[in-house]
């Protein structure tokens, strides 16, 4: 697996919101020294950690594009996420992964897009279907007067009008399609749904989820916090926030 270098000046176009001063060489250099000495390199030319998971943090580098950082007691860990979210996207290049721009040799760190985090009504909206066993909603209009929020609001709003706040939904949800497609492609712990499968092939999204876990075994994707929105060609899209996870690195680094 060759590794795409790109040189300080590229980099500084590229990811226009970090200080002057910060070196992604120097960054690299610094990995030797322990994860520690590299958090604190990061803190003082980018600011705090915009978020943490257990073996990785994450620092904005522009609007579009962030870093993350493997630290901690699970350090060893998040250095494999790294290279595994690097080797997955390079290999596939699916529409449902966060872009990847860089990464050092030895995978400390990793430059990624961007990804907002997505709500329920961002599946609903896109896939048709809810996550759960009812329509939801969370874009509730509050009145400065009363404080008090419309339900309504937001929900008629995309769905016209057609469905209640909060009907209930019977059929496969999301959840049971992601949790099929886990138990099937992954851990080979499931079953045959005719539904389900025809569920997913009427639906591009899904379908292309499916050949991307069927490929790649790629796990921890059922929980919608792993999923994210995206502009692409103007259309907005759901991606998969962190695809560093497979059974084979969960069993080494977190199963005891």
Known sequence: MKIIKINESQKKRLFEAYREGFSFNELSKLGKNGWGVQYDYCVKWLGEPDGFGSSRCVFV?????????????????????????????NSYKSPLLARVYDADENFTYLVCENVVPATETDFEKILGIPVNNVWYQNSKKVSSKNGKGDTTVGFNKYFDGNKAPYQEFKGSTLYDIFCYLEANYVTDEGYYSKEIEDIIDNSEWLSTLRDLVEETGMSDFCNIE?????????????????????LDLWEKHYAD
């Not at 580098?61 to 996207?89: F, H, P, T, W």
């Not at 692409?232 to 926030?241: E, F, S």
Request: proline fraction near 2%.
């Open 61 to 89: 580098l522009s609007d579009n594009v962030i870093l993350k950082l493997a630290m901690g007691g699970y350090r060893n860990a998040g250095v494999e996420q790294n290279k595994l979210e690097y080797e997955m996207y």
């Open 226 to 246: 792993n999923y994210g929105m995206v502009n692409r060609d103007g259309k907005p899209t759901l991606v998969i926030l962190d695809a560093g996870m497979n």
